[in-house]
C-alpha cells in the first residue's frame, strides 16, 4: 500500500460541503482506503472561476491505498458534482 495526499475542494455552500464530504468518506471507505489524516485548510479565494465559483473550500487527507483503487476513486470523484476539484499526489517513502 502507498501513501497519498488527497486535496480536495468543495463548494462554499454548506448543505454542498456537508454532502460532499460524506460522498467523499463513504467512498474512501467502500473502497478500502485507509485514512491516516485530515486537514481542513479553510476557505479561500480561487486563482480562477471553477464551475462559477469564485471561492472553496479546502480539505487535505493523507490516505493508504493501492495503485488501481486510486484509479478508481479517480473516476468515482469526477461524477461526484459537489467536488469542484480534486488531486492525488503520491508521497514518497
Given at each position: ?14 448543505d ?5 464530504r ?9 473502497n478500502?482506503?485507509e ?7 479553510g476557505d479561500?479565494?480561487?486563482?480562477y ?10 480539505v ?13 476513486l ?5 461524477l ?14
Open positions: 500500500m502507498r501513501r497519498y495526499e488527497l486535496t480536495v475542494i468543495f463548494p462554499m455552500e454548506e454542498q460541503h456537508k454532502a460532499g460524506e460522498q467523499l468518506f463513504s467512498d474512501l471507505s467502500a478500502g482506503v485514512i491516516e489524516k485530515t486537514d481542513e485548510l479561500k479565494t480561487l486563482a472561476e471553477i464551475k462559477k465559483r469564485k471561492m472553496g473550500r479546502y487535505l487527507l493523507v490516505v493508504k491505498s493501492d495503485p488501481a483503487k486510486i484509479t478508481v479517480d473516476r468515482i470523484f469526477k461526484n458534482a459537489n467536488l469542484l476539484k480534486f488531486l492525488f499526489v503520491r508521497i514518497e517513502e
